[in-house]
């Protein structure tokens, strides 16, 4: 089930949101300011922020979301009726601007957020073939059959190809912030994944190690 986080400092606009959300059966995080909504971007499928938070507002969530997880779909809540203000909240990299809004066009504009990311769940990279959607791996036409955390992890590196993501990154966006334990956990992974992808560690088809700093998906020969 996708996760929708809604970041709202009002508690009856949150229950109200939550409880439609699941109804459609998401799983929905909560937080009441930007500081723990900023926390919460890494496990989020959709986020849907306040423009009006105390403090860290959404625009400066959206900003975080756009260096941190650029993937990520955002839709903008706001009360701010002038159409330069909706027009504004587009330009910072929301992908929508609900103004004013009711739980029912929340939900179907969260729905249509998750159909557009739906369409490029299936990635062709190389011999890889992943697809998000069914959750399934092929290389060379062979499927291979991975743990959910190793699946995550591959997925994460697969959409950022060509960048490198440094371990911390890695286990906020695959284990969540509540992980308890520390950075070793993504090397172990990572060494499964490249044993059951046929992936030589000492010349990396896939998934190279960049000392000091994480791992990187591998673009090109």
């Known amino acids: 089930m996708p996760n929708v986080l809604v970041v709202e400092d009002d508690p009856a606009i949150v229950e109200i949101l939550k409880a439609y959300l699941e109804r459609e059966g998401h799983q929905v995080l909560t937080a009441d300011n930007g500081y723990e909504g900023g926390r919460l971007?890494?496990?989020?499928?959709?986020?849907?922020l306040d423009w009006m938070l105390p403090g860290v507002n959404g625009l400066d969530l959206i900003r975080r979301a756009q260096e941190g997880y650029?993937?990520?779909?955002?839709?903008?809540?706001?009360?701010r009726g002038e159409e330069e203000d909706r027009v504004h909240g587009l330009r910072i990299g929301a992908d929508d601007v609900v103004n004013p809004f009711s739980p029912r066009e929340v939900v179907a504009r969260v729905a249509a957020l998750l159909r557009r990311v739906q369409v490029h769940a299936q990635l062709h990279l190389g011999p890889l073939l992943l697809d998000a959607s069914a959750r399934q791996?092929?290389?060379?036409?062979?499927e291979v059959a991975l743990s959910r955390t190793e699946f995550?992890?591959?997925?994460?590196?697969a959409q950022h190809a060509g960048t490198v993501l440094t371990r911390e990154r890695l286990l906020e966006r695959v284990w969540g912030p509540e992980f308890i334990g520390t950075e070793r956990v993504v090397d172990v992974n990572v060494l499964?994944?490249?044993?059951?992808?046929?992936n030589d560690p000492?010349?990396?088809?896939?998934?190279?190690?960049v000392r000091g700093v994480g791992y990187r998906f591998r673009v090109g020969p």
């Open 41 to 48: 971007l890494g496990q989020a499928d959709v986020a849907v």
């Open 70 to 79: 650029p993937d990520l779909p955002v839709l903008l809540l706001t009360a």
């Open 137 to 142: 791996v092929k290389v060379a036409g062979q």
């Open 152 to 157: 995550n992890l591959l997925l994460t590196l």
């Open 192 to 198: 499964a994944l490249r044993r059951k992808l046929g």
């Open 202 to 209: 000492d010349a990396p088809t896939f998934i190279e190690t």
